[in-house]
């Protein structure tokens, strides 16, 4: 079953505003990861956040983590069309070794 | 980040056919492998986990007989649907565990179409 929950769904913004999505989760975790998804590809890493991180960046990218409330956002930053992708939360529980649970993910469409 | 290959990209069989998906990680080792499927529109579902050298570990609800896993060295393992039906037809993707926190790198996806 799926551990991560998305929000929203879907999300549609123009190019250069900022794009949030959340994730929640249930249980204990390691770690959290997001991933990007362009249609009828693979999933690309973007960030993995340790559970004692609260925050971290990779460019226009800023990811949060609160294990308090057992949820993380993802924060897209000045948008651009090549953006358009859905993004996944995945999440590695202390109880399940190394799998990885994802999220139903949110689609995000950036228009030009 | 480290590189995953999945083969073939795309591959269209009759009913009743067995395909074989392969998934390789190119520039480092694997120990261990992950298979998922992806329905349209869909998140990723954990199929099994791969582990060299052993028997592969199935989630529940995967049946071990028709999608057999063989990870028979630190850089290759494959995925066989064993005589596939229409509702086999998904995009199957692999990863790679192999970073230093654990993380995974996943290949570019194996879209099956079952006729």
């Known amino acids: 079953s799926q551990q991560g929950e998305e929000d929203p769904q879907a999300l549609s913004i123009q190019e250069g505003e900022n794009a949030t999505m959340n994730c929640s989760y249930k249980t204990s975790i390691n770690n959290l990861q997001w991933y990007r998804q362009n249609s009828g590809r693979g999933l690309v890493h973007l960030i993995l956040?340790?559970?004692?991180?609260r925050e971290k960046h990779s460019g226009r990218l800023r990811v949060t983590l609160d294990t308090s409330k057992k949820s993380s956002s993802l924060l897209i930053t000045a948008s651009r069309a090549a953006d358009t992708a859905s993004y996944f939360c995945?999440?590695?529980?202390?109880?399940?070794?190394?799998?990885?649970?994802f999220g139903g993910g949110t689609r995000v469409l950036v228009k030009p | 980040g480290a590189v995953v290959s999945q083969h073939p990209s795309r591959v269209i069989c009759k009913s009743g056919t067995s395909v074989k998906i392969e998934c390789r990680s190119l520039d480092f080792q694997a120990t261990t492998m992950f298979w998922y499927r992806q329905f349209p529109k869909q998140s990723l579902m954990l199929m099994a986990t791969s582990n060299e050298g052993s028997k592969a570990t199935y989630e529940q609800g995967v049946e071990k007989d028709k999608f057999l896993i063989n990870h028979a060295s630190l850089t290759l393992s494959t995925l066989t649907v064993t005589s596939a039906h229409p509702e086999d037809s998904s995009f199957y993707i692999c990863?790679?565990?192999?970073?230093?926190?654990?993380?995974?790198?996943f290949g570019p996806g194996t879209r099956l179409t079952v006729l």
């Open positions: 990863s790679a565990s192999g970073g230093p926190l654990g993380e995974q790198f």
């Open positions: 995945a999440t590695d529980a202390k109880a399940a070794g190394n799998k990885l649970t």
């Open positions: 956040i340790r559970s004692n991180e």
